[in-house]
T-cell receptor, first 115, second 110 residues
Framework: DAGVTQSPTHLIKTRGQQVTLRCSPI?????VSWYQQVLGQGPQFIFQ???????GRGNFPDRFSARQFPNYSSELNVNALLLGDSALYLC??????????????FGPGTRLTVL | EDKVVQSPLSLVVHEGDTVTLNCSYE??????LLWYKQEKKAPTFLFML????IEKKSGRLSSILDKKELFSILNITATQTGDSAIYLC??????????FGQGTTLQVKP
């Protein structure tokens, strides 16, 4: 069975540009969450989606947006990139959204570098 | 503000040693605590703990939760070089979002 997949694996952008990151959850999972992990720190929660609806949002500016598609895959968009947006972006899937008792399984991440 | 704190931040041991990693938390609406191992990119799931005092084991790894004192420990016995990684502790609140600690970097030397 395929795990969580993310694309691209690496990305280099310049300040002010826009980026779209993609995630496909484990088959049968309906919830996708996005996390940002800056070097040397633990992941920080950005968004959670379940059944195409936003279920939670972390302390990130409006430059960050996301959506979930009918097949439960998800995209994370970041506009007007800043140097501080350079990080590993992780996607996690779980069987149900909003339940704290479902394990979240992580994809390999997208390494974004903003120059 | 919800907070998860791990200690130590880094640790260097030799193969065969036993290590204990700590995780304390202050999270409203606590529901579960999870441990992950992160080697290169994707954190891989180790344990989920919801009840106090019940030890979970997987091979040489074990973990326990104390909901009264608000902490958890992760033990690794007979460490191997393959255990070298960042160990992340995360707490799930009632919404299901994970609040992570900063991680403990473990290096196991041959």
């Amino acid at each position: 069975d395929a795990g969580v997949t993310q694309s691209p694996t690496h990305l280099i952008k310049t300040r002010g540009q826009q980026v779209t990151l993609r995630c496909s959850p484990i088959s049968g999972h309906k919830s996708v969450s996005w996390y940002q992990q800056v070097l040397g720190q633990g992941p920080q929660f950005i968004f959670q989606y379940y059944e195409k609806e936003e279920r939670g949002r972390g302390n990130f500016p409006d430059r960050f947006s996301a959506r979930q598609f009918p097949n439960y895959s998800s995209e994370l968009n970041v506009n007007a990139l800043l140097l501080g947006d350079s990080a590993l972006y992780l996607c996690a899937s779980s069987a149900a959204g909003g339940s704290p008792y479902n394990e979240q399984f992580f994809g390999p991440g997208t390494r974004l570098t903003v120059l | 503000e919800d907070k998860v704190v791990q200690s130590p931040l880094s640790l260097v041991v030799h193969e065969g040693d036993t290590v204990t990693l700590n995780c304390s938390y202050e999270v409203t609406n606590f529901r579960s605590l999870l441990w992950y191992k992160q080697e290169k990119k994707a954190p891989t799931f180790l344990f989920m703990l919801t009840s106090s005092g019940i030890e979970k084991k997987s091979g040489r790894l074990s973990s326990i939760l104390d909901k009264k004192e608000l902490f958890s420990i992760l033990n690794i016995t007979a460490t191997q070089t393959g255990d070298s990684a960042i160990y992340l502790c995360a707490v799930s609140s009632n919404t299901g979002k994970l609040i992570f600690g900063q991680g403990t970097t473990l290096q196991v030397k041959p």
